[in-house]
């Protein structure tokens, strides 16, 4: 391994993404309110203080992401009701979201995925946001 070129940001965003199947924001808020989908916002406080809160999502920072996950930790949220869970996560602008998703995929959560171009996207496309 030590004869190995490190990878940059750009291509370990490619590589992990390469694994899963990344949504849209349309086909997210359908996910959702069909009962299909949990959509996960990382965002810091202070992004989500200024630009407001897609409704129905569970908030969980990017630091604790995969503890209250995992569906076999004890620190986990009650949503997080097993591995088959369909997970959104989602970032500022789906970039963080994307590394999010493959650490949950490390924790066997296969279905988890993100949102392509991340809050700024959800709010562009004009889907519901709450002050």
């Known amino acids: 391994?030590?004869?190995e070129r490190p990878l940059g940001?750009?291509?370990l965003?490619?590589?992990v993404r390469a694994g899963y199947a990344r949504v849209a924001p349309r086909e997210a808020y359908e996910a959702s309110r069909a009962g299909e989908a949990l959509l996960v916002d990382i965002r810091y406080a202070a992004l989500r203080e200024r630009d407001g809160l897609i409704?129905?999502?569970l908030v969980v920072e990017r630091n604790e992401l995969e503890w209250r996950l995992d569906p076999r930790g004890s620190h986990r949220v009650p949503e997080a009701t097993?591995?088959?869970l369909r997970i959104v996560v989602i970032c500022n602008e789906g970039y963080?979201?994307?590394?999010?998703?493959a650490s949950l995929h490390q924790l066997g959560l296969r279905r988890a995925t993100?949102?392509?171009g991340g809050f700024q996207a959800?709010?562009?496309?004009?889907l519901p946001v709450t002050r």
Do not use: Q
């Not at 963080?96 to 998703?101: D, I, K, Q």
């Not at 959800?122 to 004009?126: E, F, K, T, V």
């Open 1 to 3: 391994m030590s004869g």
């Open 9 to 11: 940001i750009d291509e």
């Open 13 to 15: 965003l490619e590589r």
């Open 55 to 57: 409704p129905g999502a």
């Open 82 to 84: 097993g591995h088959d």
């Open 96 to 101: 963080a979201s994307s590394l999010a998703a």
């Open 114 to 116: 993100d949102l392509v």
């Open 122 to 126: 959800w709010r562009a496309a004009g």
